[in-house]
């Protein structure tokens, strides 16, 4: 049986990765023991992966497939195939930054304060070349993990990973410059993607999760209004496309189908029940396939 390798990426993106996976159609089960998820599709085998190292073993053939930030590419100068942009992380859905941070209390203000300093981080080689932009010389330490707990006694400052910035505050450390913004990436392996059975099952994957991040603030609206009232419903809803209308059996009535923001919806139903709508149901969205 064909099968192609597909990274899941192990640590803070695991769980939102397997649930981000479930809404697209694939239960994948994670034993603590094992770095071989089980999947219920045939075709994937999957493989639990650090996102630092994912693109290093999908660039080597390893991996066919994997989920890991573009920042990690970069820092591994990994020549990989980006099959699409994925842009969730382990609180919501947002741009991750890697930032440059101090403690509290700390006399370095800017870059140039850091000349001669002590800076502990996992991305080595992007710091580098942000010391470089900015002619600053400075010790870069390579972090194994923990890295907001070594300043000050450890470290003078960290270049690290955050979504809210909330694990910095809880260290007693600010935030004084941005290296750069990261999103996740869906990857694959050159060679992999000349095969064509491949190439079709990772770009069936990547549709699917895209789906998935396009319809996860958005829910479906259905409801029923009699002809006189039509336009003054119409003219309350926002639509992705433009809400569908069909004529119902009954005559004189009309039933409207629409996507929304899930955050319009408290407004809008009563609004809508107003306007002369009736039987509104709202259910939820799992995939929009554009």
Not at 18 to 36: E, L, N, P, Q, T
Not at 216 to 244: C, F, I, Q, W
Request: with cysteine.
């Amino acid at each position: 049986m064909k099968q192609i390798t597909l990274g899941i990426p192990k640590g803070s993106l695991e769980q939102s990765t397997v649930k981000m996976f479930a809404k697209a159609g694939y239960s994948i089960s994670i034993s603590s023991r094992s770095y071989f998820p089980s999947i219920d599709d045939d075709e994937i085998e999957c493989m639990l992966i650090r996102a630092q190292e994912m693109s290093r073993y999908v660039e080597k053939g390893i991996l066919d497939c994997g989920l890991t930030g573009h920042d990690w590419i970069e820092e591994n100068g990994s020549d990989v195939t980006e099959v699409c942009e994925l842009v969730y992380g382990k609180v919501g859905r947002r741009p991750l930054r890697w930032v440059l941070a101090v403690p509290n209390d700390s006399a370095i203000k800017c870059a140039a304060d850091l000349e001669g300093k002590l800076i502990a981080t996992e991305a080595v080689g992007m710091t580098k070349r942000y010391l470089a932009k900015h002619g600053v010389n400075a010790n870069v330490e390579f972090s194994w993990g923990a890295t907001e707990v070594k300043p000050p006694r450890l470290a003078d400052a960290i270049v690290e990973i955050t979504e809210t910035g909330s694990s910095l505050k809880a260290n007693n450390l600010k935030i004084i410059d941005n290296l750069c913004e990261s999103t996740t990436r869906f990857i694959a392996n050159n060679e992999a993607m000349k095969d064509e059975f491949k190439r079709k099952k990772i770009e069936d994957i990547g549709m699917l999760l895209q789906a998935v991040l396009a319809a996860e603030y958005k829910v479906g609206l259905m409801l029923n209004v009699r002809e006189e009232n039509l336009d003054a419903v119409l003219s309350k809803l926002p639509a992705l496309e433009g809400p569908t209308v069909a004529k119902l059996a009954e005559p004189k009535w009309n039933a409207i189908n629409t996507i929304i923001d899930s955050s319009a919806v408290r407004d809008l139903i009563p609004q809508l029940r107003a306007a002369g709508a009736h039987g509104i149901v709202e259910y939820p969205l799992n995939k929009i396939v554009y």
